[in-house]
């Protein structure tokens, strides 16, 4: 059977990607023997709901270890026997993705089990106690995009952001925390969240440039001591947008006029811009990467969520855009696998299928179809997501890569587990009945 690499480590583009006519069907997927109705369409091994529940219970038991903190919330590598592997952490991604996902669990659940909220507030101290840059800089007390966990709080940076120095921070994943930090505050009504947020907020409005079709709102990666900065094409624009309209919402009406100035940026240049590596202004997401012109799927994917999710209050051709959004995704960063499984990779540089994005195809497709998308969604969300089911062990343990082949136990864990949870649930609330009828 075709396999990508599985291993702690992204993967550079494989030269055989596709999986999808290998006759005759695989015995096994993942960590399991694989189902196929009578026309050979991918069933998953346990229901989704099912495979969402045990993982969760396998984090559950993760030890404690740090100042108090689950191994998972201060290790970005971490083995399928809870070991971390390095030391090395992407605090924003994997801790706010986290804080999403546990609190769409909590949610979904009915609030029935206080864990996953309380697991939700130690993501978010973590994320205020023990990875903000220092006080009196150009961006002060702001979430750190990568660290390095062998002392807390973090003191520099990791990954390909200690290559420009120890003061790197990325600007669009403070955007992920903050937004982490409302839906926390809407959760508990702890005012410190929002003061969290807000002060966030403040931050990047004071460091915001004019964007044209060459520069985002923000660079990619900067000094906060410096001001040097690179990559002046980024593309995660959409979780300032989310974080500037939360704030509003609760009567923070300064951020008006620069959520404003970000979603002009967003319709009328990034929207518009071409596709080309050169001139796309869906390039650079990864801290493990510093080619500036490498396109990713995950913020078209997830601007395509926020404007399901929004529709006509963020604008009136929202389904146009949210597809738009899909297509540049599915045109450049699809595999195909067996049953009729459509997979989702990471970037240009990296065409492995990890969990986070993979998943939200699956979540985001799920969301679009309820949303009268049509049907071809219907099936891309559903084969998606039962693929992924097979890559959740029997003890509940995930992997990180959901490509063919034999699984790895654990791994990046925003792919394993904190980016992925809130796809299952996106895609189990927008469409129940797609997942509920399969034998």
Not at 59 to 88: I, L, R
Not at 230 to 253: A, P, Q, T, Y
Request: aromatic content about 14%; proline content about 5%; hydrophobic content about 40%.
């Amino acid at each position: 059977m075709i396999a990508l690499i599985l291993s702690g480590c992204r993967t550079e583009r494989p030269a055989v990607i596709s999986f999808f006519d290998q006759r005759p069907l695989p015995d096994s997927i993942g960590f399991h023997k694989a189902r196929f109705d009578a026309k050979g369409k991918l069933l998953p091994w346990v229901s989704l709901d099912k495979a969402m529940a045990m993982e969760m219970e396998w984090y559950a038991k993760c030890p404690v270890g740090k100042k108090g903190y689950p191994v998972y919330y201060y290790s970005t590598f971490m083995h399928g026997n809870y070991e971390p592997y390095n030391t090395e952490i992407i605090p924003c991604t994997q801790l706010g993705m986290g804080i999403i996902s546990y609190l769409k669990y909590y949610a979904y659940t009915k609030k029935a089990d206080q864990r996953w909220l309380e697991k939700a507030q130690l993501m978010g101290k973590f994320l205020a106690e023990e990875s903000l840059t220092p006080d009196n800089n150009l961006y002060p007390l702001f979430p750190r995009s990568t660290g390095d966990a062998a002392s807390l709080p973090l003191k520099g940076s990791s990954q390909v952001d200690l290559d420009y120095g120890i003061n790197i921070i990325e600007p669009d994943k403070g955007g992920i925390a903050g937004y982490a930090w409302m839906l926390l505050y809407e959760t508990d009504n702890n005012e410190k969240w929002m003061q969290l947020a807000a002060h966030t907020a403040d931050v990047l409005v004071k460091n915001m440039r004019k964007g044209d079709a060459w520069h985002a709102p923000w660079p990619f990666r900067v000094d906060f001591v410096t001001g040097a900065h690179w990559g002046e094409r980024s593309s995660d624009m959409v979780f300032i947008l989310r974080l500037f309209d939360k704030l509003i919402e609760h009567g923070h009406n300064e951020f008006a006029s620069p959520r404003k100035q970000l979603w002009d940026w967003i319709i009328n240049i990034q929207m518009r811009v071409p596709d080309t590596r050169q001139e796309s202004m869906w390039v650079m997401f990864f801290e493990d990467k510093d080619k500036y012109d490498n396109r990713a799927s995950w913020a078209p994917m997830e601007m395509a969520r926020y404007l399901i999710e929004k529709k006509e209050a963020l604008d009136p051709n929202w389904k146009q855009l949210a597809e738009k959004c899909i297509q540049f995704a599915v045109t450049h960063f699809t595999l195909k696998a067996p049953g009729g499984a459509m997979l989702m990779v990471e970037q240009d540089d990296d065409f492995g299928p990890w969990g986070g994005v993979c998943s939200k195809l699956g979540g985001v497709s799920a969301l679009f179809y309820a949303a009268g998308g049509g049907e071809k969604y219907k099936e891309m969300a559903l084969r998606n997501l039962n693929w992924m089911t097979y890559f959740v062990d029997d003890d509940g343990c995930p992997a990180a890569m959901y490509a063919a082949g034999k699984a790895g136990r654990g791994g990046w864990q925003e792919d394993a587990h904190t980016d992925k949870l809130h796809n299952y649930v996106d895609a189990l609330v927008a469409a129940p009945g797609l997942f509920s009828d399969q034998k």
